[in-house]
């Protein structure tokens, strides 16, 4: 794999966290609109739905060293954000259906960026527990049966 060039996980990642910010799993800041970003757990579950996997620890840290270190996406204590560069990026890509946009988003980043080597480290527990957060909120919750319930009158 060439350091140089991006990779199909780092415009999986990329597609991810706008996807989950764009889903309004975003969180505001309690004195302005401004949106925090959003946390680890939903960029793997917004990648999970797109790929049907939950990226690795590794594939989330090289993808997201590249990307900070190119401009496109921010991370501040623990919250993702897509800088007004990475904005740009996705409102200009070329549109196609969700099934390509990974592709396309690897090939406009191929095209007009160098990957970047931010220091960002993504600790295995961090990993771990943001997997966790997702696992729990995935399970359904149990429908109840109207048998179940007492009768009101």
Do not use: C
């Amino acid at each position: 794999m060439g350091e140089r060039q991006w990779q199909w996980t780092d415009a999986w990642i990329f597609v991810s966290l706008v996807i989950a910010h764009g889903a309004g799993r975003h969180r505001r800041a309690a004195s302005s609109r401004r949106p925090l970003g959003v946390r680890l757990a939903d960029v793997l579950s917004t990648a999970d739905h797109l790929n049907r996997a939950i990226p690795e620890r590794q594939e989330v840290e090289v993808a997201i060293r590249r990307l900070v270190g190119t401009g496109l996406v921010s991370v501040t204590d623990g919250w993702f954000r897509i800088t007004p560069e990475g904005e740009r990026l996705w409102r200009t890509r070329p549109h196609a259906g969700l099934a390509t946009t990974v592709d396309t988003v690897q090939g406009v980043l191929s095209r007009r960026h160098t990957p970047g080597d931010a220091d960002w480290h993504l600790d295995e527990a961090e990993h771990a527990a943001a997997v966790q957060e997702y696992a729990v909120r995935s399970i359904p919750t149990p429908r109840r049966s109207p048998k179940n319930h007492a009768r009101r009158d």
